[in-house]
């Protein structure tokens, strides 16, 4: 009987989570409320409330498989090598082709204003490497100071990790936004760019912060 019930309540938890999503997709995050929510799921506000604390916790719930596949696919890609800059060119080339293949959802992680929850509401464990994208970027610098490339320290490390961050994010989300029949910015190869944004990321990057 009790897993039955933990079943029923995955399902549901899963069915709000989609229904969150699809309400953010046609009116954004201020679209969504718990009473919207309850409606399109067919619930009342007392069952989303019974397995989600708030709004704010509800929309950072529903980014988590989100966040999870990013990361997986970020370590993924850097199995390919040992080397801490290829690592670096590697985690970046996989995120750009996550966010231009999931336009969806990397709109809602990544460009979408909503209410914040605390950390611990997310089901992605905030500083996990192996959970959260940012920490594993944060990792990945982490082993390039190591290797005497760059200067470590926590400032430095946030700082060049959070520069890689925008700029990969300015791509993408110019990507998403304007799109390739936008007449007002010329449509380069999309390859060939990314090449030239990583190795721009990794010549200033280096440069900057030298060990």
């Known amino acids: 009987m009790q897993a039955r019930k933990l079943r029923e309540a995955q399902a549901r938890r899963e069915h709000l989570i989609q229904v969150v999503k699809d309400l953010i997709k046609k009116g954004g995050a201020r679209a969504v409320s718990i009473r919207k929510v309850a409606d399109a799921a067919g619930f009342s506000t007392s069952v989303v409330y019974a397995l989600f604390r708030d709004k704010a916790t509800l929309i950072t719930q529903a980014m988590d498989q989100d966040l999870l596949e990013l990361v997986r696919l970020m370590r993924q890609a850097c199995a390919a090598s040992a080397e801490p800059w290829e690592r670096i060119k590697l985690a970046g080339r996989a995120y ?75 791509m993408v989300s110019l990507g998403i936004v304007m799109g390739e029949g936008d007449d007002w910015t010329p449509n380069l190869e999309s390859d060939g760019h990314l090449e030239d944004v990583l190795a721009v990321i990794a010549t200033g990057i280096g440069a900057r912060f030298a060990a």
């Open 96 to 170: 750009v082709q996550f966010g231009m293949l999931h336009p969806d959802e990397y709109a809602l992680v990544f460009m979408e204003q909503r209410p914040h929850a605390p950390v611990e509401a997310a089901i992605v464990e905030h500083g996990n490497a192996e959970q959260d994208p940012y920490a594993y970027a944060y990792s990945l610098f982490a082993e390039l100071a190591q290797s005497g490339q760059v200067r470590g320290g926590e400032a430095a490390l946030h700082a060049m990790t959070q520069i890689f961050w925008q700029a990969l994010h300015g």
